[in-house]
């Protein structure tokens, strides 16, 4: 591409943050393929491997937009870490299928939309202005080169428009949008009365062998569960940081090798005109373009033509050519080389000859030549530091990473050679659960889940290498073990007798919910049954689906009942929160409607959600179909 795309983009670490944004479908998206350390692939889709590293990223994403649904506070007990996880890999798993579909159909995205893509993050921007210095430190920190990450953009907005032009290509008829409006806008004349489980506490009893027979039936649910605790070995970035040193050499050679990153000015402002071919164009595709650019040089070197009036009516550049071939200010670096070494051996007004690259030929033509000003190396050192402490810190981690793996696999009985060879301190977890809230790396899943596995609780060893979140990795094995235990009946006898209490209770009030039921049903008014011991009656009359006042237990059932008949309404009884139940009447239906100005508004907001469930059913169906024919290989044991 002639633009500079690392010049104008805005958007990467964005590998996090623009497809998190920008492109909702790949969210690790080709990340997830940057591999971890050797043996940690969790799945494979023919053949491409899915690290330990990019679910354990997944997951943590996944964590963080329900954390944030939650207003940024996650009980983990609500939620069932395994089954995140597993949804995490079936997302990296869709992805990589339609990786491989996009390569295999040569489904490609244009110039001009990858740079649109770029050009509309900000995230490498410094008070409101684009930073190249920024630019590239971002990308390198990810171990990403300008190059390698606008092919991943590329390829990652190829599969959001393979997913787009999928879904949007299912469609909804005026006849369904008026007819799930008007289901929509339904309302149903309801009345209902609750008999309430409490008013029969009184009445019942529990003994003491009931109690003990409960707990004789039940008694794995008293059991204190088994617990362990952990001796690992972890590796951070703060555990490689201290021992990266970096010398003065180092950061001048790093200073001298990117000096054009600080460079200010030595700019200069092209514009071109180009012809596109692709790559197996033929020998006469090729001169033929080369020699109408010659022809245009020719005209414009004589003063017979202008330049910009030929970009626009000739050039083939989407992106520039409509302002007259013009690219703007660039700078080493920006473009691609065999552009960017014509472009800089130009003085301004001059042209160039014919100038082939990936994209076709182009005619270049420098307009204006800014100074140079380099900023001096004392000011950049820290800078310059930094940067190589980071890529340094990121390579012995993944080092350090692979000798433990290979220490704990080596000696799978003790930790205590990886501790001697890494130097670091061997350290111990408090008593830690399989389920349940829990603190340090035991609130990891993946930890939970090794520390009660066969292998390391049952037969002694050493768990695998452990990825973390925070670019951590660990490797545990079983301390001290404490068996299930089942807590003694006096522990826990007062517990059973008010369940069993409750239940007595909630069998007592269903029973009379359906005796009152079948007097409903047979005509009686509920107003007349309003003196029965432990029943309410409410009366809300016609109600809508989204009723407030109504339980939302009562308000689904009355909608799920059939219509009433001509004089025959329509009963049934639901069960309510404690125990109570509720018999409710529905003895009239209101169709919505749909050509007033409320039922308008409603079709108009029912023809995009209609049409974007079932474009995300068919969706699905293609996943589905992808997934079939792909080989997909899952690691349980790793997952």
Known sequence: MLTTIRERAKGLIIWFVILAIAIPLVVTGIYSYIAGPQGTEVATVDGVPISAEAVNSAYQQQRARLAQMFGGQL??????????????????????????????????????????IIFAQDVFHEDGRFSRERYLTLLRANGLTPQGYEARVRLAEAIEQLRTGIQGSDFATADEVRQIASLQGQERELAYLTVDAEAFRDQVSVSDEEVRTYYQANSSAFQEPEQVKLAYVELGPEQVASQIEIDDNALKARYE???????????????????????KASQEQVEEARQRLLQWREQVARGEADFAELAKQHSQDPGSAASGGDLGF?????????????????EPGQLSEPVRTQYGLHLIQVTERTPEQVTPYEQV??????????????????ELSNRLANLAYEHPDTLEPAVKD?????????????????????????????????????????????????????????????????????????DIGERLRREKQAERAKQLAEELRGRVAAGEALDALAGTQGVTVTNPGFVTRDAEAVPAAVLQEAFRLRKPTEGQASVATVALQNGSVAVLKVSAVREGKVDDEAGKQQAEWIGPQLRSLQGAATMNAFLRALRDEAKVKIREDRL
């Open 330 to 346: 660039v700078r080493a670096g920006d473009m691609v080389p065999e552009f960017e070494q014509a472009a800089f051996a130009l």
């Open 422 to 494: 890494l130097g670091v301190e061997l350290k111990t977890t408090d008593w830690v659960s399989a389920q349940g809230q829990q603190s340090g790396i035991a609130a990891e899943e993946a930890v939970r889940a090794a520390a009660f596995s066969d292998e390391v609780l049952r037969e002694g060893r050493n768990s695998q290498l452990l990825s973390l979140s925070g670019d951590r990795y660990v490797v545990v094995r079983v301390a001290e073990h404490k068996p299930a235990v089942t807590k003694p009946l006096e522990e826990v006898a007062a």
């Open 257 to 279: 090798q990117e000096k054009a990153r600080f460079t200010e000015g030595g700019e200069r402002r092209v514009r071109h005109i180009l012809l596109a071919l692709d790559a």
């Open 75 to 116: 009980d983990p007990s609500l939620f069932d870490d395994r089954l995140l996880r597993r949804e995490a890999l079936d997302r990296l798993i869709n992805e990589t299928v339609l990786r491989r579909y996009v390569e295999e159909q040569g489904l490609r995205i244009s110039d001009a939309t990858l740079a649109d």
């Open 381 to 398: 050192r820290e800078q310059l530091r930094q940067e190589l402490v980071q890529e340094r810190s990121a390579k012995l981690l993944a």
